[in-house]
């Protein structure tokens, strides 16, 4: 199973961008690269999905260089509402959630 | 992407006594997953639950500690058996629903075990 490792706190102020970077040195050929955002009291949210290259939808971009060990989250113009803990996922492309593994997560803190 | 049902929200329970964690799909999924968050931790798996057969736990967790049912598509449950204060924590339920989404999660179950 891949392992990743990303920062355990990050700290921003609103309006800027927040890049958040995960190393997964170990991602098979198989994997791909998922990041979720879990607010207090609430179950993880799925984000962004991605393989390869560039990914982007209406909430942030995942930027994958081309040997995949690592990814890097990118909020574009962060809220105090961003304030949350993310995580960065390796899932083999079967989706047995016997691989999701979660690592200890970014504590985003969005200051005002 | 689906949406859980999960109850109840929280409870707080005697020490020795069991609570029963229900999750509640509003589509059919082949596999339903428990989770464990302990206080200020990352989310750790339990097992996953298939339609028709026995749940798969992963290692630490046992069938008689967390007994699981599936009794069809779209529900399941998970029950936390003699509970110490050790169980203390907010147990979440997800499914898989499909590749653009990933994984969806219900809004967990906080428990504490006095």
């Known amino acids: 199973l891949a392992k990743t490792t990303q920062p355990i706190s990050m700290d921003s102020y609103e309006g800027q961008e927040v890049n958040i970077t995960c190393s997964h040195n170990?991602?098979?050929?198989?994997?791909?690269i998922t990041w979720y955002q879990q607010f207090p009291s609430q179950g993880p949210r799925f984000i962004i999905q991605?393989?390869?290259t560039k990914v982007t939808n209406e909430v942030a971009s995942l930027f994958i260089p081309a040997d995949r060990k690592s990814s890097t989250l990118s909020l574009p113009r962060v809220s105090l509402s961003d304030t949350a803990v993310y995580y960065c996922?390796?899932?083999?492309?079967?989706?047995?959630?016997?691989?999701?593994?979660f690592g200890s997560g970014t504590q985003l803190t969005v200051l005002p | 992407s689906a949406v859980i049902s999960q109850k109840p929200s929280r409870d707080i329970c005697q020490r020795g006594t069991s609570l029963t964690i229900q999750c509640q799909v509003d589509?059919?999924?082949?596999?339903m997953f428990w989770y464990r968050q302990q206080p200020g931790q990352s989310l750790t798996l339990i097992a996953t639950?298939?339609?028709?057969?026995?749940?798969?736990?992963e290692s630490g967790f046992v069938i008689d500690k967390f007994p699981i049912s599936r009794p069809n598509l779209t529900f399941s449950t998970l029950t936390v058996s003699n509970m110490s204060p050790e169980d203390s924590s907010i147990y979440l339920c997800?499914?898989?629903?499909?590749?653009?989404?990933?994984?969806?999660f219900g809004s967990g179950t906080r428990l504490t075990v006095v």
């Open positions: 996922l390796v899932v083999p492309i079967s989706g047995s959630a016997r691989q999701l593994t």
């Open positions: 170990n991602i098979a050929t198989n994997d791909y």
């Open positions: 991605g393989y390869k």
């Open positions: 997800s499914v898989r629903t499909g590749d653009n989404y990933g994984y969806t």
């Open positions: 589509s059919q999924v082949t596999m």
């Open positions: 639950a298939n339609q028709g057969s026995e749940a798969t736990y």
